[in-house]
């Protein structure tokens, strides 16, 4: 366990009673040591404040985070290359949520198969610049990519 202050990073928007709800517990579930950033588009600033203030953070959800420039019309290619910039400086070790949303059908309309375009390639500039990458299903890891090379690798 990382001792010190933790800080969680959150990129969904209360938009109705129910995320505000979940949004709650999940605050006061976390306790005293974390500190909150929301931080539905600008996540560079809040890795760049976070990593300042404290000993680890973690980042959750990418794929709101999409969701939510996709909503501004923001230029996705520059925010997702201004994050990994901010991923390389950043100084606390960093954990990033995320949703895989490639591996089922090509969805019927435009939006959704630029959304799950977008992820894509999201995802693979995330594992591009992390040391480590780990599939979760069903509750059960997958190691997809490791921080060190195992003995057998050597």
Aim: hydrophobic share 50%; net charge negative.
């Amino acid at each position: 366990m990382l001792p010190g202050k933790l800080a969680f990073i959150a990129t969904a928007q209360a938009q109705d009673d129910e995320l505000a709800d979940r949004i709650a517990r999940h605050r006061a579930d976390r306790g005293p040591r974390w500190t909150a950033y929301e931080a539905p588009i600008a996540l560079c600033d809040a890795i760049e404040h976070a990593s300042r203030e404290c000993e680890a953070i973690l980042i959750d959800c990418m794929t709101l985070w999409l969701s939510n420039l996709m909503h501004a019309d923001a230029d996705i290619a520059a925010a997702t290359a201004d994050l990994m910039a901010a991923i390389r400086v950043c100084s606390a070790p960093l954990t990033i949520v995320s949703n895989e949303v490639g591996g089922g059908i090509v969805p019927m309309n435009a939006l959704a198969r630029r959304f799950r375009d977008h992820a894509g390639w999201l995802h693979q500039q995330l594992a591009s610049v992390a040391g480590e990458v780990v599939l979760v299903t069903a509750g059960l890891p997958l190691q997809l990519k490791c921080a060190e090379p195992s003995a057998m690798q050597r």
